[in-house]
């Protein structure tokens, strides 16, 4: 069974920083892109970031651009959101998933729980 | 970046009806286009991948269709526990982007 853990959350100031990590295990973590989504209190989701199964490939939203950088061990199967220069628009459940694909076809399947950020002083 | 618009944001039904949930894409995307449920204080659900397939173990009563920039979720019976958030997202572009939310609500 594919598991997806997130850690890492908690109460932030601003302009502080913080990493989140996703502990993924019942697949080849190495295979697939892996992906972190957020959503802010009672708004919809937001794509933030998305790194391929070697790491060599990221792509971000230019609301995270310059300031959040994600990366991934393969050794240890885990994926990491590195969050700088945090705002209060950043505060929100940070899911990760992972990027199931067939052909050319991607989506994201399963998610994590989430882990919640809040950035505030 | 590729915009999605969902309409409507929100919808009254009842159990039994059949509902349809639209999503318009800013540019041609194909069928990269899926649909996740979200209940309330859980992870979105997979529910449909490249428009119209049906993920493993979800009921049939939902299906999807479209191309190009106009895409439809729909429920043909409603069921209690589908009262809940629908979202759609493209996977044309590397810069995935989401659809704003489907509320679903009991009439």
């Known amino acids: 069974e594919v598991q997806l853990l997130e850690s890492g959350g908690g109460l932030v100031q601003p302009g502080g920083s913080l990493r989140l990590s996703c502990a993924a295990s019942g697949f080849t973590f190495s295979s697939y892109a892996m992906t972190w989504v957020r959503q802010a209190p009672g708004k919809g989701l937001e794509w933030v970031s998305t790194?391929?199964?070697?790491?060599?490939?990221?792509y971000y939203a230019d609301s995270v651009k310059g300031r959040f950088t994600i990366s991934r061990d393969n050794s240890k199967n885990t994926l990491y959101l590195q969050m700088n220069s945090l705002r209060a628009d950043d505060t929100a459940v940070y899911y990760c998933?992972?990027?199931?694909?067939?052909?050319?076809?991607?989506?994201?399947?399963?998610w994590g729980q989430g882990t919640l950020v809040t950035v505030s002083s | 970046d590729i915009q999605m618009t969902q309409s409507p944001s929100s919808l009254s039904a009842s159990v039994g009806d059949r509902v349809t949930i639209t999503c318009r894409a800013s540019?041609?995307?194909?069928?990269?286009l899926n649909w996740y449920q979200q209940k309330p204080g859980k992870a979105p659900k997979l529910l449909i991948y490249?428009?119209?397939s049906l993920q493993s173990g979800v009921p049939s009563r939902f299906s999807g269709s479209g191309s190009g920039t106009n895409f439809t979720l729909t429920i043909s019976s409603l069921q209690p526990e589908d009262f809940v958030t629908y979202y759609c997202q493209q996977s044309y572009s590397t810069l995935r982007t989401f659809g704003q939310g489907t509320k679903v609500e009991i009439k």
């Open positions: 490249a428009a119209f």
């Open positions: 998933a992972k990027d199931e694909y067939s052909s050319s076809w991607n989506w994201f399947d399963p």
């Open positions: 540019q041609s995307i194909n069928s990269y």
């Open positions: 790194v391929s199964g070697t790491g060599g490939s990221t």
